[in-house]
């Protein structure tokens, strides 16, 4: 089930499980000249592995395609900033990120770019993270959201639709990488388990 889903935060209020994870985890603050989404995808991979790569906020080119370096300034905590590498290909060749929050206890991740050779001026995301079963397996349900202004020159449709663009790219790889190594530690389905009495 390698569904994505674009929600428009607006939209959010209708009911459900993803409803109820956006209202809690990703509140954005949102100007008049900026345009925001939420996307979801859903992971046939345990949450702790899933985890494991979201969380490294010093090392995102393990899944993000688009980045061929990081360094971090400093230790690894809330306020640490990364300069990351952009390849070539994208309208960018470096991003300057804050951490804003990292929280394993509720699997959420937010970064705010603060500076670099790019067009998405205060731009911030939040990415968290939902146990699900997914054909009889612990699956992940993956949400990511973002806010950023809109270029001069550009619309808000074109906006999201480059960002999602992105977005969409790094949550693919994100399931690819977690789903190889899910398949490498396999584990039983949840009704198959042998069950202690």
Not at 101 to 125: A, C, P, T
Not at 153 to 171: H, M, P, Q, R, S
Request: proline residues 5%; negative net charge; glycine residues 6%.
């Amino acid at each position: 089930m390698m569904m994505m889903m674009r929600m428009n935060c607006n939209g959010c209020g209708g009911g459900g499980v993803e409803d109820e994870y956006v209202r809690r985890h990703h509140k954005h603050v949102i100007a008049d000249n900026q345009c925001t989404s939420v996307l979801i995808k859903h992971i046939k991979a345990p949450v702790p592995l899933v985890w494991s790569l979201v969380r490294r906020f010093d090392q995102p080119q393990k899944y993000k395609p688009f980045i061929s370096r990081c360094v971090v300034q400093g230790n690894l905590e809330i306020g640490s900033l990364r300069e990351v590498d952009v390849k070539s290909g994208l309208p960018a060749t470096t991003s300057t990120e804050r951490l804003e929050l990292l929280d394993d206890n509720e699997h959420v991740l937010s970064i705010r770019i603060v500076g670099g050779d790019h067009r998405l001026k205060n731009y911030s995301s939040v990415v968290s993270l939902h146990p699900e079963i997914i054909e009889g397996r612990p699956g992940t349900m993956v949400i990511e959201s973002f806010v950023v202004d809109v270029p001069e020159g550009n619309t808000k449709d074109e906006t999201c639709y480059f960002v999602e663009a992105l977005i969409k790219c790094n949550l693919k790889s994100l399931a690819d990488v977690s789903e190889r190594s899910a398949v490498r530690d396999r584990t039983e389905p949840i009704d198959r388990m042998p069950i202690e009495i």
